[in-house]
Every structure is written in structure tokens, then in C-alpha cells.
């Protein structure tokens, strides 16, 4: 949390402190739910508006059917809230601070910014939803606004797409000359938030990782041509009840960094449905080979009863498991082994997650094919990331599909010919 800090008797987190106190032209505030970026801003300009006088807060976004899409209610609340309503008249068209004569106007930019031109002594721009806006009305809207000596542009938003005008030209590329650029998330958030908003997004990152990076942590979404395996697709998350015939599977992959971790898998198939369970995770980073067994057998019931399937790389790991009595053999792997599991894994009517499985659900949202810089054209290479869980996975089944018709070992690509853009 962050600490709040008092000015003139007002309260504000830390990142926002910029706005009061230096002279940025453009303040770009972006990043998931539960910020505060908006409140935060409105607070700013309803203190501002007693800094200036006879000038114009615009406050814009893209479109705007009426005043209820724009923040007026906001800004109406937050003035009542600071105990301020004497210095202000509101109206259902407008705002004004009665002792400064600064007027708030609220617009859509969008077949309007032609008319936002004309409007005199714009001194603050409050562009809501930025992610939004045009690269059309941002050239439009620019000039017109630095004109004015001391003018301050604020953009707050969740982005979107990394090709947006705002996120291009502040967070992916060097921002202009006089900016300030910070993302926020719900962990600079100072005020109180209730347990519901949590709830939701504990949900969110066990159930739909992806969606929570870009709801909540404030990531951009991703082209869903890039996944290897698609949610409501090829994987779903689920509670379920095993059977007690299940035939159990487990498939370990060391960690050889820091980064990078030791993973176990342990999972069972439902041939009659062609469905594929996951039903435990045992994933740590820097896990010493002394400890893991132990961690092993903690995370994945009934480890000691199953031959368990591991990377050939770490013969030492394995010929030490081996020695303290667990059942352990490396896999053959082979040329084409990635590939040929992926499309094993895909050729279940449904890969079925269980909620604990939080790592795997994680590596199943995120795991993708590289992209061409030049071109944005997907590749047939998959990237080498976010695929421990999903290499133990293909692991416990090598053997299961060794027994089937496909040569895994000698994959032909052409395969893939349909997934990819040419």
C-alpha cells in the first residue's frame, strides 16, 4: 500500500504527486482495475481549478453519447466529497469553480474535435479511456492544447492494443520531451477496497491468467492467434471428482536456474470421454535436489505408486530419485518432440484444469508462437517460455502417445500450415 501524503488538508497517493507539483505537458497515467486513476486525476483537477483562473478544463474521451458516458458525475462527487459545493456550480451541462471562473467542459472527440478547436484558454486536458482515442484526434487535439503556455494533457487508461496512438507513443517508444509516464495497479492504491474486488481477481488469475495480466495488472490483451493452446478451446478450468480406477500419469521437469523452475505434473486420461485431467501441480524455483522428493510427494498424491517421466536432461536429478527409491525414467524426446506433444495434448476433446493448478493455468494462457518483428506474421517456432508445467504434461505422456499411429519423433510441420499467417 501506498503511503498518502497531505496536501493543503487533501490527501493523495505518491504517483499522482507529479501533477500537483511539477509541470509536465503530457501525464500519462495507465494500468488495471482497482487504481484509483480516475478518482485520483478528478481530486487533482477540482483542486487545480482553484490555481488558475478564466480558463477551460476540457474533459474528453473518444466518443460520447452524453454527459453520463463522460466523468461529470465523478467530478460532481468528488467535489461534494472535499466539502467544496459552495465554490462550484453544476449543472447537467457543465461544471464551474465560481471563485476562479474555471469552466469544465465535457465532450466527445470524435466528429467534434473540429469544434474543440475553437474553444479559447484551454489550460487542462483530461483524456479518459485513452486507449481509445484516434491517432486523428490526438493530431487534432495537440496542437490546439499546447498552444497555451503551461498546459498540462492527462491520459488515464487500461491499454489495450500495443499499437494504440497513446501506449505507442509513450510506453513502447521514447515519449515526447516534458512527460510523465507511470503505471499503476491496485497495489498503489491507498484508499480502502472491498474483500469482493479481491475475490474476483484471485478468481480472475486462477480461472483466465491472460485476462487478469490485462484487467488487473494493466498488460495489453494479446492476439489470440498467438496462443498455442486457446481457452474454451483446447483447456477449460474445472472442479471434478477423479474416479478411483483413474490410471495416473506424472511427468517432472528440473529447474537448471533461478529463473527457472522445477515443475511436476500429475494427471490421469478419461478415454471414453477423450478428455485429459490435470489434477495436481508441484512447481519452485531453486528446489535443491536433497528437498525434492519430499516437495514432490507433498503436491502430487500417490507419486510412489506411478513410474514418473522426466527430462533426460537432468540425468544426475533423475539417478538421484532413483536411488532413494522413487520409480523414475527419462523420456526419449527426440526431434520434433514439442510440436508432436502440443498436437497430442490438442487432439483431447478438452484438456480439463483443475483450479489448484495455478502455474498451469498461468503457462496454458501465455504460451505462445513467435511473431515476425518486421511482418507481425506468427512463426511455427514456439517460444521457449511459460512451458514447464506444459513440458511435465507432455512428458507423463510420452508413452500413451509412443502407442499411438503418429510418429511424434519425425513431426511433420506442414501440420501447422493452416494455423499461421502468411
Not at 463522460?70 to 462527487?77: G, R
Not at 487542462?124 to 487534432?140: F, G, N, P, Q, R
Not at 490421469?268 to 531453486?286: P, R, S
Amino acid at each position: 500500500m501506498q503511503k498518502k501524503i497531505l496536501i493543503k488538508q487533501h490527501e493523495v497517493p505518491d504517483w499522482i504527486l507529479p501533477l500537483y507539483l511539477e509541470n509536465y505537458t503530457y501525464n500519462i497515467i495507465y494500468g488495471g482495475r482497482g487504481a484509483a486513476k480516475s478518482f485520483c486525476v478528478a481530486e487533482f483537477l477540482v483542486a487545480a481549478s482553484f490555481t488558475v483562473s478564466n480558463v477551460v478544463f476540457l474533459c474528453c474521451r473518444e466518443t460520447q453519447d452524453s454527459l453520463k458516458d463522460s466523468v461529470h458525475f465523478l467530478l460532481s462527487k468528488r467535489i461534494r466529497k472535499m466539502e467544496l459545493t459552495q465554490y462550484f456550480k453544476i449543472t447537467r451541462e457543465g461544471i464551474k469553480n465560481l471563485s476562479t471562473n474555471v469552466n469544465f467542459v465535457f465532450t466527445g472527440l470524435w466528429q467534434n474535435v473540429e469544434s474543440v478547436k475553437s474553444i479559447p484558454d484551454i489550460k487542462y486536458v483530461w483524456i479518459e479511456e485513452a486507449a481509445t482515442i484516434s491517432k486523428e484526434s490526438w493530431d487534432l487535439l495537440i496542437p490546439t492544447v499546447t498552444r497555451n503556455e503551461g498546459c498540462k494533457i492527462i491520459c488515464t487508461f487500461n491499454p489495450s492494443e500495443e499499437s494504440d496512438v497513446i501506449y505507442r507513443t509513450f510506453v513502447t517508444q521514447e515519449p515526447p520531451p516534458n512527460s510523465y509516464v507511470r503505471k499503476v495497479s491496485y497495489r498503489d492504491n491507498p484508499y480502502p477496497m472491498g474483500k469482493e474486488f479481491f475475490i474476483e481477481l484471485e478468481h480472475k488469475k486462477k480461472t483466465d491468467y491472460e485476462a487478469y495480466l490485462h484487467d488487473y495488472e494493466g498488460e495489453c490483451k494479446k492476439h489470440s492467434n498467438i496462443r498455442v493452446f486457446v481457452k474454451d478451446k483446447h483447456w477449460f478450468v474445472e472442479e471434478f471428482e477423479q474416479p478411483r480406477n483413474a490410471h495416473l500419469h506424472f511427468g517432472l521437469d528440473f529447474g537448471f536456474s533461478p529463473e527457472h523452475p522445477t515443475a511436476g505434473i500429475r494427471c490421469y486420461i478419461d478415454d471414453k470421454a477423450n478428455y485429459l485431467y490435470i489434477t495436481h501441480e508441484a512447481v519452485k524455483t531453486e528446489l535443491s535436489l536433497e528437498h525434492m522428493g519430499q516437495f514432490l510427494e507433498e503436491r502430487l498424491p500417490q507419486l510412489k505408486q506411478y513410474c514418473i517421466y522426466a527430462d533426460n536432461a537432468g540425468q544426475i536429478q533423475i539417478d538421484y530419485l532413483k536411488r532413494r527409491g522413487y520409480w523414475i525414467e527419462p523420456v526419449k524426446k527426440g526431434a520434433g518432440s514439442i510440436e508432436g506433444g502440443i498436437e497430442y495434448i490438442k487432439s483431447f476433446s478438452k484438456v480439463i484444469i483443475h483450479p489448484r493448478c495455478v502455474e498451469t493455468i498461468k503457462e496454458f494462457s501465455l504460451y505462445s508462437y513467435k511473431v515476425d518483428e518486421r511482418s507481425g506474421d506468427i512463426k511455427q517456432e514456439i517460444i521457449d517460455k511459460n512451458n514447464h508445467c506444459i513440458d511435465s504434461i507432455r512428458y507423463s505422456l510420452e508413452n500413451c502417445m509412443r502407442n499411438t499411429s503418429a510418429d511424434y519423433t519425425k513431426w511433420d510441420m506442414s501440420v501447422f500450415d493452416d494455423l499461421f499467417i502468411r
